[in-house]
């Protein structure tokens, strides 16, 4: 049965075969492409890299640039040196260098002695030059550019970030094929949110050279080649100036300054102190310095703009007017009793209305009108009240971007915390909590956390009266592009305008009358609310947040500096300097500005 | 003992021993063939292992392959459920299991086993495949290692399974069957090879014809009219397939065959590379160690996958005929030993052997060549790897015990 199909299976066979024979014939005896292709001549695959974009400062001053810098590779088999010692003279090593970078090279992963591989890594332009000359005498070697960054500007390198070999792990994940072992690839910062941007896209040239190192042209007449594309520049919404006298007043301190510009999103300064000078992380020592910076123990790599979270203090209070007032709890004029004694307070016994609860920054009115919105009297179970009084709360919270990440165009930014009803009923379980055992976040303290970029955020919000774009450092995409899509459209927290003023009265009166006297100027009014960040390890932390001018506002800004005390000595005199900075372009408080770079902040 | 199956291995397999060393010789570092830090040296140690797994099968009672079939493929079985939870992870294919610095691929052990299950079930007094019950038994014991090999990652050594279907056709599976899965596979290439307004075109020009010129009947007609609308919604499949259920380094893959230079980079190069190595040979090859072309490090699976290229390069065209002949003569030889058999079992078996062994040659060549995708399934007993050197041998030399005994077997 079937015996005859023997016969047609082993036709498939020959005929298999004997198309393979006939194909083989063609590309071994007939076709010489392939041959001339090989024969006495190695193909050199040479990668073009492209120029990454630019970076760019608002007022489009260049911050970050390319340099170009050179590989010296080789080709073992093609090389011929008659005279180590005097091209190690030439190019400017040791011999014993020499024969170390022979030795890594040859042990390196993926060696072969017929590819190019890297003999010297990094050459400036200056090195080149000296023997660019020398190089057509020896055979095998030659010169592959790459792209370094270097910094036109040197500051705000948390924010831009850095380029550096791509590892292991990211090459694996890479799933679009694009990236090679040795590659650059933006690790952090604005480097890494806009890679795809930035990269632009590498070139492939196929080169045939023989033996004796002589090009001998493309191979295929370059059917194969590719040319490489050059990155998008990029246009951040940083003004450089501005920044740089930032990281000036906050040298010697440990903290970090946001500045926006309210209607649009857009940071005017990203600080975070200490930082870094970004050149080190740009070069040959990049290893050796980025080991220095990851074990510094005040961490320069740590973007605390973005990264720290700590309890806004009494730079909450505003927030927490508005709410009571949207939710109708509270009238502006309101005369609220305030006995005095319901919590600790630097604020005398007696009737409080909004702007004077803000300008004294009253605890215990702050701590009545809490409870207000927390017991609504929604549930006459007073267990069930809070659950929902505290649920419609966060979401206020929510809304204002405190407590969870803002989705700021640079990688890991931290959300810090909101303390909801899910939050208590976990620790204490479910009804088992009310509002007498979480009243500390009436006053920002206890659980709740928040970043300074959310902090200058909210402060935005209320110069807007009720709306943000979120924030965002990078202003356009191509020098006359747009930003991305998510930060061109307008966030509203639900609070109706009118209830703004009031706040802003208080916020004025705190700078003209109040803690924030350091940032009061001449002819601009500051709004401004002061904090003490309680620090359970050591000294407070100083915070201050503020928007100038009332009228029409032009800067948000909020101020965080570690260990410092009040918010009304460090950081409400450095939010004020920044925008008399900002605003008029010089400062004509030197005595402010000697007091905020020497301090004492701490009596 | 047949001893001419027996030299034919020999033959391959140290044909293959000599080429990994040309693959990975470095003439900067003269090392020796049997260097054990030599991908070469340690296939010479696998070469020496597999010599004791020989003597293990001759020895072994010949009514035990046939008896403990299932029990074996039970085994491998579990090997590849295991693989999924212990393996280690190679190139995006869970497929190994790690024991220190060795490894191990249960998948190529799959290959034998599945044709002892699928011999022990075929050869049953009354199987026949018109039967549902025993198709249905027949597919699950094949494709139940093709759904764990896939879950591995493997695609390229699942589809290694479809070589049985030439065994079913020996077996008297219908041919109209295999023959709508060639003709599928052929649309399938040419949707990519030819734009697919042409092939709509063509299918309407076909459809008239063979209407105009043929018996108009009411049935013929639609049945005619059937067909063309099956031929496009395979094609429609087609797309749709490649650009969203393949991944993307699978499309490369297979648009890299059409059109190597469309991705200069990535496959398109290795192919490219692959095809001037072996172009480069000539006539007569450039000498054994002399090649240029494929110790350039253009394929990481220079000595396992892409061995053939240094054949071709080092042995020129005469070494590649004399390589396809060995083999030739290999499949042929076992062909006639499997019609030989007396057992059914011994035939099926025999006949699932060629079939492997055919389907790795025909993809792996083919590959190199540049007339086959880039399917990562190494050249049998050529190909650098213990696991498969193994495998196939374990492979051959049971079809080679089962032979020897062909005599003691009664006609059932």
């Given at each position: 049965m079937n015996e005859e199909r023997r016969y047609t299976i082993l036709l498939v066979f020959v005929l298999v075969s004997f198309i393979y024979i006939a194909k083989l014939f063609s590309i071994q005896v007939i076709d010489s492409t392939y041959k001339q292709a090989a024969e006495y001549n190695v193909m050199q695959r040479i990668t073009e890299y492209p120029f990454r974009g630019l970076i760019y400062d608002r007022d489009s001053n260049l911050i970050v640039y390319n340099k170009p810098v050179f590989d010296l590779m080789v080709v073992t088999r093609e090389a011929r040196i008659d005279d180590t010692l005097l091209f190690c003279r030439q190019i400017g090593i040791s011999p014993d260098q020499f024969e170390n970078n022979m030795r890594e090279m040859k042990r390196r992963k993926g060696y072969s002695s017929l590819q190019p591989a890297v003999f010297l890594k990094m050459l400036s332009v200056e090195d080149l030059a000296r023997f660019e000359d020398y190089l057509v005498d020896y055979p095998g070697f030659y010169i592959q550019p790459r792209i370094l960054r270097g910094y036109a500007l040197n500051g705000l390198a948390n924010a831009l970030g850095y380029v550096g070999e791509i590892s292991r792990p990211r090459l694996d994940?890479?799933?679009?094929?694009?990236?090679?072992?040795?590659?650059?690839?933006?690790?952090?910062?604005?480097?890494?949110?806009?890679?795809?941007?930035?990269?632009?896209?590498?070139?492939?040239?196929?080169?045939?050279?023989?033996?004796?190192?002589?090009?001998?042209?493309?191979?295929?007449?370059?059917?194969?080649?590719?040319?490489?594309?050059?990155?998008?520049?990029?246009?951040?919404?940083?003004?450089?100036?501005?920044?740089?006298?930032?990281?000036?007043?906050?040298?010697?301190?440990?903290?970090?300054?946001?500045?926006?510009?309210?209607?649009?999103?857009?940071?005017?300064?990203?600080?975070?102190?200490?930082?870094?000078?970004?050149?080190?992380?740009?070069?040959?020592?990049?290893?050796?310095?980025?080991?220095?910076?990851?074990?510094?123990?005040?961490?320069?790599?740590?973007?605390?703009?973005?990264?720290?979270?700590?309890?806004?203090?009494?730079?909450?209070?505003?927030?927490?007017?508005?709410?009571?007032?949207?939710?109708?709890?509270?009238?502006a004029d309101e005369q609220v009793h305030c006995p005095g004694g319901l919590v600790g307070d630097h604020s005398p016994p007696g009737y409080y209305d909004v702007r004077k609860a803000i300008q004294r920054s009253s605890n215990n009115y702050f701590y009545i009108i809490f409870r207000r919105i927390?017991?609504?009297?929604?549930?006459?179970?007073?267990?069930?009240?809070?659950?929902?009084?505290?649920?419609?709360?966060?979401?206020?919270?929510?809304?204002?971007?405190?407590?969870?990440?803002?989705?700021?165009?640079?990688?890991?930014?931290?959300?810090?915390?909101?303390?909801?009803?899910?939050?208590?009923?976990?620790?204490?379980?479910?009804?088992?909590?009310?509002?007498?055992?979480?009243?500390?976040?009436?006053?920002?303290?206890?659980?709740?956390?928040?970043?300074?970029?959310?902090?200058?955020?909210?402060?935005?919000?209320?110069?807007?009266?009720?709306?943000?774009?979120?924030?965002?450092?990078?202003?356009?995409?191509?020098?006359?592009?747009?930003?991305?899509?998510?930060?061109?459209?307008?966030?509203?927290?639900?609070?109706?305008?009118?209830?703004?003023?009031?706040?802003?009265?208080?916020?004025?009166?705190?700078?003209?009358?109040?803690?924030?006297?350091?940032?009061?100027?001449?002819?601009?009014?500051?709004?401004?609310?002061?904090?003490?960040?309680?620090?359970?390890?050591?000294?407070?932390?100083?915070?201050?947040?503020?928007?100038?001018?009332?009228?029409?506002?032009?800067?948000?800004?909020?101020?965080?500096?570690?260990?410092?005390?009040?918010?009304?000595?460090?950081?409400?005199?450095?939010?004020?300097?920044?925008?008399?900075?900002?605003?008029?372009?010089?400062?004509?408080?030197?005595?402010?500005?000697?007091?905020?770079?020497?301090?004492?902040?701490?009596? | 003992?047949?001893?001419?199956?027996?030299?034919?291995?020999?033959?391959?397999?140290?044909?293959?021993?000599?080429?990994?060393?040309?693959?990975?010789?470095?003439?900067?570092?003269?090392?020796?063939?049997?260097?054990?830090?030599?991908?070469?040296?340690?296939?010479?140690?696998?070469?020496?292992?597999?010599?004791?797994?020989?003597?293990?099968?001759?020895?072994i009672d010949f009514r035990f392959y046939n008896s403990f079939a299932y029990a074996i493929y039970a085994g491998i079985m579990l090997l590849l459920i295991l693989v999924l939870i212990f393996g280690k992870e190679v190139a995006g294919s869970k497929s190994w299991f790690e024991i220190g610095s060795f490894r191990l691929q249960p998948a190529e052990f799959a290959k034998f086993a599945t044709a002892l299950a699928l011999a022990k079930y075929m050869s049953g007094s009354n199987f026949k495949f018109e039967r549902l019950k025993d198709l249905f038994i027949t597919f699950a014991i094949l494709f139940t290692p093709v759904l764990l090999i896939m879950l591995q990652g493997d695609t390229g050594t699942a589809l290694v399974f479809g070589a049985f279907f030439i065994m079913f056709y020996r077996e008297g599976f219908w041919p109209q069957v295999i023959a709508i899965g060639l003709i599928s596979a052929a649309i399938f290439v040419l949707t990519l090879l030819v734009n697919e307004f042409y092939l709509y075109i063509g299918i309407l020009l076909s459809g008239a014809l063979l209407i105009l010129f043929g018996k108009r009947t009411l049935q013929r007609i639609v049945l005619i009219l059937s067909g063309m609308l099956l031929v496009a919604s395979v094609i429609i499949g087609v797309d749709y397939f490649i650009e969203n259920i393949l991944k993307p380094h699978q499309q490369n893959r297979v648009k890299a065959l059409i059109n190597p230079e469309a991705d200069p980079l990535g496959y398109g190069w290795n192919v490219t590379q692959s095809k001037i190595a072996i172009g480069s040979g000539g006539v007569w090859g450039k000498g054994f160690l002399q090649g240029t072309q494929t110790k350039f490090d253009f394929v990481p699976e220079q000595s396992t996958d892409f061995i053939f290229c240094t054949l071709g390069e080092e042995q020129g065209w005469f070494g590649s005929l004399a390589l396809i002949m060995i083999f030739m003569m290999l499949l042929f030889r076992i062909v006639i030993l499997a019609e030989r058999q007396k057992s059914k079992f011994a035939r099926i078996y025999g006949y699932s052997v060629a079939s492997l062994i055919f389907f790795h040659y025909f993809v792996n060549i083919g590959m190199t060549i540049g007339l086959f995708p880039v399917i990562g399934i190494p050249l049998p007993f050529i190909s650098y790897g213990g696991s498969s050197l193994w495998a196939f041998t374990i492979l051959l030399f049971i079809f080679i015990k089962l032979d020897a005994h062909r005599m003691q077997v009664l006609l059932r």
């Open positions: 994940r890479d799933t679009t094929g694009y990236y090679r072992q040795g590659d650059y690839i933006g690790i952090s910062g604005i480097e890494a949110t806009y890679e795809p941007e930035l990269r632009g896209k590498k070139g492939v040239k196929f080169k045939m050279v023989n033996v004796r190192g002589v090009e001998k042209g493309s191979f295929k007449g370059g059917r194969f080649d590719t040319l490489s594309t050059p990155g998008k520049n990029i246009v951040t919404t940083i003004d450089f100036e501005l920044q740089k006298y930032g990281e000036y007043l906050m040298q010697g301190k440990a903290g970090a300054i946001v500045a926006l510009e309210p209607q649009s999103g857009e940071i005017l300064s990203l600080v975070s102190s200490p930082s870094y000078n970004p050149e080190l992380l740009s070069g040959r020592e990049f290893g050796k310095n980025f080991q220095r910076l990851t074990l510094d123990s005040l961490t320069p790599l740590y973007n605390r703009a973005i990264m720290s979270v700590y309890p806004p203090g009494s730079t909450f209070k505003p927030v927490q007017a508005l709410i009571a007032l949207q939710e109708g709890v509270l009238r927390i017991n609504q009297e929604v549930y006459p179970n007073t267990f069930m009240d809070s659950n929902v009084g505290l649920q419609k709360w966060a979401d206020y919270m929510d809304r204002f971007g405190l407590g969870r990440p803002l989705g700021i165009d640079i990688p890991n930014e931290k959300g810090g915390k909101i303390p909801g009803p899910d939050y208590y009923d976990r620790i204490y379980g479910q009804y088992r909590w009310k509002w007498s055992t979480i009243n500390s976040v009436s006053i920002g303290q206890g659980e709740v956390l928040t970043s300074p970029l959310q902090m200058a955020n909210y402060t935005a919000i209320i110069a807007n009266r009720g709306w943000y774009i979120a924030p965002h450092v990078v202003k356009s995409i191509g020098l006359d592009g747009k930003p991305r899509e998510e930060y061109r459209q307008k966030n509203y927290v639900g609070i109706d305008s009118v209830h703004f003023d009031s706040v802003i009265d208080g916020m004025v009166m705190v700078v003209n009358e109040g803690t924030g006297f350091r940032s009061r100027l001449p002819g601009i009014q500051v709004c401004g609310k002061t904090g003490t960040s309680q620090n359970p390890h050591g000294e407070d932390h100083s915070v201050y947040i503020a928007f100038a001018p009332k009228d029409n506002p032009k800067i948000a800004i909020s101020v965080y500096v570690q260990n410092s005390g009040q918010g009304a000595r460090a950081a409400a005199s450095i939010a004020g300097l920044m925008i008399e900075k900002y605003l008029t372009g010089e400062i004509k408080r030197k005595y402010m500005e000697e007091y905020a770079l020497k301090g004492p902040f701490i009596y | 003992m047949d001893w001419i199956l027996v030299f034919l291995y020999v033959a391959l397999v140290l044909i293959g021993l000599f080429n990994i060393y040309a693959a990975v010789y470095d003439e900067d570092v003269k090392r020796g063939l049997l260097d054990l830090s030599l991908n070469s040296g340690k296939q010479f140690l696998w070469m020496g292992l597999g010599l004791l797994i020989i003597i293990v099968i001759l020895s």
